[in-house]
């Protein structure tokens, strides 16, 4: 599975932005996809999950309220819409995919950052 993140960027506090990951390959084996960040100095996080075939999704409270994943089936794709951005949204996002029978994310995409402004 190939993962491509795009839609990183400058944004001001309180502004939106929208990250697509677009999966290619053997995209029927997975199970669920999560978009993560890693700030400068912090551990990486988990901010959204999605379930891929039933749609169940999952949200920290850091995130929660503001960030919504949702997913295009039919072009492999998913989707976090960020809104209401803070400064400590300011991250390197990446997306990654957990295949059905795993335990564990195995495949990342490449990053895309994202650094919002005060």
């Known amino acids: 599975v190939q993962l491509v993140e795009s839609g990183g960027g400058l944004v001001q506090a309180g502004g939106s932005l929208r990250l697509s990951c677009a999966a290619s390959g053997r995209t029927f084996n997975i199970y669920a996809m999560g978009w993560f960040r890693r700030a400068p100095g912090k551990e990486r996080e988990l901010v959204s999950r999605i379930v891929w075939n039933v749609g169940t999704t999952y949200y920290p409270d850091s995130v929660k309220g503001r960030f919504t994943i949702s997913r295009d089936n039919a072009k492999n794709t998913v989707y976090l819409q960020m809104n209401t951005l803070k400064p400590e949204d300011t991250a390197v996002y990446y997306c990654?995919?957990?295949?059905?029978?795993?335990?564990?994310?195995?495949?990342w995409g490449q990053g895309t950052l994202v650094t919002v402004s005060s």
């Open positions: 990654a995919a957990r295949l059905l029978g795993n335990m564990e994310y195995g495949y």
